[in-house]
């Protein structure tokens, strides 16, 4: 549930996402939670509610119940993160092009990462931010289908800003504080990721999708590397060549797997 709104400012939209113009920057409006569940869920309650369309960007302070993939969970101790969420027009792309939309949101959360831990920062497929071998954020992306039409996503985006140090239970994390030594506003560096994310979205919308590939596959964790991987029961090594188009990982010896089928290891 959602607990004591800050500087919350809604203006009712009783149209629907369609008439809200894609032109809005993402990041208008940036709206500032002081604690909920999650965000993503918060955002698509919104969107579904005709309270919130493309663009708007939903901040929160403490998140207590933060989604990840697969039904995990996002851990993030209040005011030491970027818990954040933000609504896109995706009736330009095809359902079938999913992957696109997320290689975008990847390289926006890179460009932004990267500006202050340099350029060992990685992308590591599917959906996660690396800093050489830790983990520094993770993505998960929710959408709107309506019978052939993919009509809008939620982009949600998990950072570590602040946090000096992780729970031992924790596998691999990493924080730009650890990584800097600096403190930084949690506020301020969101409202730049969502310019990054505004740039990467206009280039996809301009049909720019095949040099954001090439681009996300320089920037893919392990590229050229071995990796030890598990697909059910069973362990392997391989060295990891590129993702495509359509979102499959090709590893060496041809072989490819789906989202969701392999575990890193």
Known sequence: MLRNPVRFNFVKNSNSLSAIPAKTAIGQPFIELTELESTNMYAMEQL????AGHGTAFFAHHQTAGKGQRGK?????KDMHIALSVIADTSFLLVSEQFHLSVAVALAV???FSNYAGDETSIKWPNDLYWRDRKAGGILIENIVKGKK?????????ININQPSFPAALKNPVSLKQITGK?????????????CLEKRYRELATHGFAKMLIRYNELLYKQGQKARLKKGSVVFNCV????????ELQASGGMSFQFGEIEWL
């Open 48 to 51: 579904q509610a005709n309270m």
């Open 73 to 77: 969970t996002w851990v993030a101790e």
């Open 110 to 112: 890179y460009d932004f």
């Open 150 to 158: 993919w009509e809008a996503a939620v982009i949600g985006i998990g």
């Open 183 to 195: 403190t930084f506003d949690p506020v301020v560096l969101a409202k730049e990721l969502c310019t």
């Open 240 to 247: 990891i060549e590129r993702v495509t188009a359509t979102g």
